[in-house]
């Protein structure tokens, strides 16, 4: 079956670093994506990530390594308007996007 | 500048009862796509549509069926609602590419009593 694999829920410190991890097990791989949803409302597109290595867009960066199967976001200098699900997603061999279930991320003062 | 809209974005049903949900989208994209996201479950793809007059299942399609017209709108059906239909429905659209994101709607929150 197809899976990804993303933590529940994290909590982090108004200006800090967090990094949101995201593993995938999926019939072949066409590229993987995130995306950020605030509650009640729409996925936003975050990244995207089709070859090995580090995509950088602002506060955002993006990491992939195909041979393992494994994606991170990485979010500096936090605000409080970051508080929001991050939803990682796969593009499988058919370029179906596989969803994960979506990291909720609170950020406190 | 529009992109996808949703309507309605909230409806409560009753057992049986039916309805359709509209998307519409204003950015020219071949593909549109049908999700359903529940508590703890990743979005699942119910139906999608790769061009006018073209539709095909997704990961969840029984208990739903969908036309796609016209190239801007995608069309939701359910035929007799049950109360495991109860869901936040979103709409999507993207362009012909694989690596473009998808663009979604604002969600349609369904409840069937």
């Known amino acids: 079956g197809q899976n990804i694999d993303q933590p529940t829920e994290m909590t982090a410190t108004e200006g800090a670093i967090v990094q949101i991890n995201c593993t995938y097990q999926?019939?072949?791989?066409?590229?993987l994506f995130w995306y950020q949803q605030h509650a009640g409302e729409a996925p936003t597109f975050l990244s995207y990530n089709v070859l090995d290595g580090l995509e950088e867009k602002g506060r955002f960066s993006s990491f992939l390594s195909r041979s393992k199967g494994y994606s991170y976001l990485l979010l500096k200098e936090l605000q409080m308007k970051d508080s929001a699900s991050y939803l990682c997603?796969?593009?499988?061999?058919?370029?179906?996007?596989?969803w994960g279930a979506g990291t909720k991320l609170i950020i406190k003062p | 500048n529009a992109g996808v809209t949703q309507t309605p974005k909230f409806r409560v049903l009753k057992t049986g009862q039916s309805m359709t949900l509209l998307c519409a989208q204003d950015?020219?994209?071949?593909?549109m796509y049908w999700y359903r996201q529940d508590p703890g479950m990743g979005l699942r793809l119910i139906h999608y549509?790769?061009?006018?007059?073209?539709?095909a299942k997704g990961e969840v399609p029984d208990g739903y069926n969908v036309s796609r017209l016209k190239k801007q709108n995608f069309l939701l059906g359910l035929e007799s609602a049950a109360p495991s239909q109860t869901s936040v429905y979103f709409c999507?659209?993207?362009?012909?590419?694989?690596?473009?994101?998808?663009?979604f709607g604002d969600g349609t929150r369904l409840s069937i009593l």
């Open positions: 997603a796969v593009h499988d061999s058919n370029y179906q996007l596989i």
């Open positions: 999507a659209s993207s362009p012909d590419s694989a690596s473009q994101p998808q663009h």
């Open positions: 999926t019939s072949g791989f066409n590229g």
């Open positions: 950015m020219n994209h071949e593909y």
């Open positions: 549509s790769v061009g006018e007059g073209t539709t």
